[in-house]
């Protein structure tokens, strides 16, 4: 989800999702040791969250990943306490942004040439017809139209 075709489009992504997840998992941490998994408490919390994305300068997509990193601190059951698990959301977003990274600082996408253009490069050429790819087909003759038999 992070890896994009540039580090520069990749660490905007990334940035966005890690405050995201950030602001989730310390909502989460906080309501749900409070309260307990209830639809209600979960709407509250979706909306507090929504108040502090502008407020740490964050864009829809950092919303949106902080509402994953909630629902699942707040609604999934757990064994240890709600700061745990929330530790645990965070720790395993920010290791999977730190990966993509890396892969897209190792392995960038090479800009290849389209599909097009290779086939018309291509040695076997039939009659003509390889350039128009994009072209339909002649359709077929309409039926000639019956006229009206009426004397």
Same mark, same amino acid.
């Given at each position: 989800m992070i890896t994009?075709?540039?580090l /520069?489009? %990749?660490?905007?992504?990334?940035?966005? !999702? #890690?405050?995201?997840t950030?602001?989730?998992?310390? *909502?989460?941490?906080?309501?749900?040791?409070?309260?307990?998994p209830h639809v209600l408490v979960?709407?509250?919390?979706?909306?507090?969250?929504?108040?502090?994305?502008p407020l740490a300068l964050a864009d829809r997509s950092a919303y949106r990943f902080g509402g994953i990193t909630l629902?699942?601190?707040?609604?999934?059951?757990?064994? /240890?306490? %709600?700061?745990?698990?929330?530790?645990? !959301? #965070?720790?395993?977003?920010?290791?999977g942004?730190? *990966?993509a990274l890396i892969l897209t600082v190792i392995w960038p996408e090479r800009e290849d040439t389209p599909l097009a253009e290779k086939v018309n490069?291509?040695?076997r050429k039939t009659n003509g017809d390889q350039g128009k790819l994009n072209e339909f087909p002649p359709s077929p003759a309409a039926p000639p139209a019956i006229g009206d038999e009426r004397s």
């Open positions: 994009q075709s540039s /520069g489009a %990749a660490l905007k992504v990334s940035w966005q !999702r #890690f405050v995201g950030a602001l989730g998992a310390v *909502v989460g941490a906080i309501v749900a040791s409070h309260f307990g979960f709407g509250a919390s979706v909306f507090i969250l929504g108040l502090l994305c629902a699942i601190v707040l609604l999934i059951p757990r064994v /240890g306490p %709600a700061w745990q698990a929330a530790f645990h !959301r #965070f720790a395993e977003v920010s290791i942004i730190g *990966v490069d291509s040695p």
